[in-house]
């Protein structure tokens, strides 16, 4: 079966430094992978996506990710955060299984980041 | 812009009762989902449709049904609640593909007391 794992629960940092939020998956077949983000008691929203074609993918609010098939990762990066990303994030893997075309997802444990002033 | 709704924001509840929490989305998507989300778990998948009168089990069913008699709306039933139901539910809908792009509802914070 499929996994995700993110390996930090929580991130501390300060505003306009770097961050990245790290995410591992396993899996043997080949497998799209989603960085959704979730802000104070809201819903989840996607950040970004990886299908196939460029492993760098850039996506809203000037997040990027990079797809490393052979480290099995798909990392998130920002290179300058704001207090307004202080979210928490879930990045997702496709799950083929199941009836049809269902597009089910298997999530990771989550990433809260706090950016302090 | 895609929406999904869910009927209440926060809900309060007595072990044993019954429990209907409704989603509804406006893009005709074919598939919709049922998670829970709990501190350290991310999310779980409960149940899943993928067209009127469909459904499959999640990776959590135990406690739960679903019903979807219309393509836009799908319920989550617990049929008798239990206190470690408490949690935060989250609806989702998409279309078919498993490249799609899920839409989430904003949530709805159950306390079973």
């Known amino acids: 079966a499929q996994s995700v794992t993110q390996l930090d629960s929580q991130v501390p940092v300060f505003e306009e430094a770097p961050v990245e939020l790290r995410c591992n998956y396993s899996s043997s077949v080949s497998v799209y992978l989603f960085w959704y983000v979730q802000y104070p008691n809201q819903g989840l929203q996607l950040l970004l996506k990886y299908l196939s074609g460029s492993t760098l993918v850039k996506g809203i609010n000037g997040f990027e990710a990079e797809f490393n098939k052979s480290q099995t990762s798909f990392h998130l990066r920002k290179p300058s955060v704001h207090i307004s990303d202080t979210a928490e994030y879930f990045c997702?893997?496709?799950?083929?299984?199941?009836?049809?075309?269902?597009?089910?997802?298997?999530f990771g444990q989550g990433t809260t980041l706090q950016v302090k002033p | 812009d895609v929406k999904v709704t869910q009927s209440s924001r926060y809900l309060v509840k007595r072990t044993g009762e019954k429990v209907f929490l409704e989603c509804v989305q406006d893009?005709?998507?074919?598939?919709m989902f049922w998670y829970r989300q709990d501190p350290g778990l991310g999310l779980r998948l409960i149940y899943f449709?993928?067209?009127?009168?469909?459904?499959e089990k999640g990776d959590i069913p135990e406690g739960y049904s679903v019903s979807r008699e219309k393509k836009e709306r799908f319920s989550l039933i617990l049929e008798s609640a239990s206190t470690n139901q408490t949690s935060m539910y989250l609806c989702?809908?998409?279309?078919?593909?498993?490249?799609?792009?899920?839409?989430f509802g904003p949530g709805t914070r159950l306390l079973v007391l």
């Open positions: 989702a809908s998409s279309s078919s593909g498993v490249q799609e792009t899920q839409y």
């Open positions: 893009m005709d998507h074919e598939n």
């Open positions: 997702a893997v496709s799950d083929p299984g199941g009836s049809g075309n269902t597009g089910k997802l298997i």
């Open positions: 449709s993928y067209d009127v009168k469909m459904k």
